[in-house]
């Protein structure tokens, strides 16, 4: 397979249009049989539920060539079961978790001619999503939908690789208690473009969003899950029924427990403790793990005794070793890796 010229080492986090995108529609309570098509345009009623309603739900993964020429994928099986939740909440049809993972692969297989080569330190991130089609006027969900796949070849979401981070404790909130925080639905994105234009103009990278209720417990960003290290190297996590259930952190703990025999912690994170940790990290699909040196609460300042000037020492190992899961030299437990 001939590699498109592409200059990997270069990409940022933006799209780039590959040959083919998967699509398949929801009509008569059914889904049909879906096809590939080069066709990168989606023509619509002005009327569309998604347009009117905001009524969409996405996912993201990557694929990885591995280090003897494999393409990969990671997890999609749980992206499958993401997407069912989120489409669940927002009244929307299921797409059943095997043929997301089937949609997943065709569309990986399509475009193998984007998928960077190992060591590049780029990757084909595939993102699938829902939305509905037809018009909707009353506030009501739609009748008929559309499920796509479409990739892009990715590099590092945020700019400047593995530089740490500064965070700002937001004044805006994420997700409302009971509300949608949990799920990947695009109004959780479309209400945080505000807050995150407001952190950049002030000179921070990203968003620390607290639970809107107390405004005293760590939720996340507006793209990651956080993951700190104590100083006698235990790591936690947040735990929050209003954050998205990151594949990523899920991953990592494991990782952390099984592979390094740290020890984990799932549990509410208190704002007043994040000074007392040792390291943080922000991971997703998109941000892997990015090292955080610096967080800033209305002028006061948090800073990680490692971490400041490079990723801290436990996180670089946790980095390493989910990165060389994924990318094929370090066994990777049962499940985890889908050959494409
Ligand atoms: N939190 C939010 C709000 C996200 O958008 C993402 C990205 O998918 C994550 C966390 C990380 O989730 P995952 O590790 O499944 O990519
Ligand atoms: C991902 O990590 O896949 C996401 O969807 C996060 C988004 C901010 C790019």
Not at 93 to 115: D, G
Not at 128 to 145: H, L, Q, R, S
Not at 189 to 203: K, R
Not at 303 to 318: A, D, H, N, R, Y
Request: proline letters at 5%; glycine letters at 8%.
């Amino acid at each position: 397979m001939d590699k498109k010229n592409i200059d990997w080492e270069n990409l940022g986090f933006d799209y780039v249009a590959t040959s083919k995108r998967y699509v398949a529609n929801f009509r008569d309570g059914k889904w049909d049989e879906g096809i590939l098509t080069e066709d990168s345009n989606i023509t619509l009623n002005e009327c569309a539920g998604v347009f009117q309603y905001a009524q969409t739900v996405f996912e993201g993964l990557k694929a990885y060539t591995t280090e003897n020429g494999h393409i990969v994928a990671f997890r999609p099986d749980l992206n499958g079961q993401r997407m069912t939740d989120s489409a669940k909440r927002l009244e929307m049809p299921v797409f059943p978790v095997e043929r997301f993972v089937e949609a997943v692969v065709e569309t990986i297989r399509a475009n193998a001619a984007y998928v960077p080569p190992f060591g590049s330190g780029a990757t084909l991130y595939v993102r699938p999503y829902m939305f509905g089609t037809n018009p909707v006027i009353g506030v009501k969900p739609a009748d008929e939908y559309q499920f796509r796949v479409f990739t892009t070849p990715v590099g590092p979401y945020f700019k400047g690789g593995a530089k740490p981070l500064t965070l700002c404790v937001s004044d805006f909130d994420r997700a409302a208690p009971h509300g949608t925080g949990h799920i990947k639905a695009g109004l959780n994105y479309a209400m945080s473009l505000h807050a995150i234009m407001t952190a950049h103009a002030n000179g921070f990278d990203e968003n620390m969003y607290l639970d809107s209720a107390t405004r005293t417990k760590v939720e996340e960003t507006g793209g990651a899950n956080f993951i700190f290290i104590t100083k006698d190297n235990t790591v936690v996590t947040p735990q929050s029924d209003t954050i998205l259930p990151s594949i990523t952190r899920r991953s990592l703990l494991y990782v952390a427990e099984h592979y390094l025999g740290l020890k984990v912690e799932e549990r509410t994170v208190y704002f007043d403790e994040v000074k007392d940790f040792a390291e943080c990290g922000l991971c997703g699909t998109a941000a892997v793990i990015s090292p955080v040196g610096k967080i800033v609460d209305h002028g006061k300042e948090i800073c990680f005794p490692s971490g400041v000037e490079k990723m801290g020492p436990t996180i670089q190992k946790l980095y390493d070793t989910l990165t060389g899961i994924q990318m094929g030299h370090i066994e990777a437990p049962e499940g985890w890796i889908k050959v494409i």
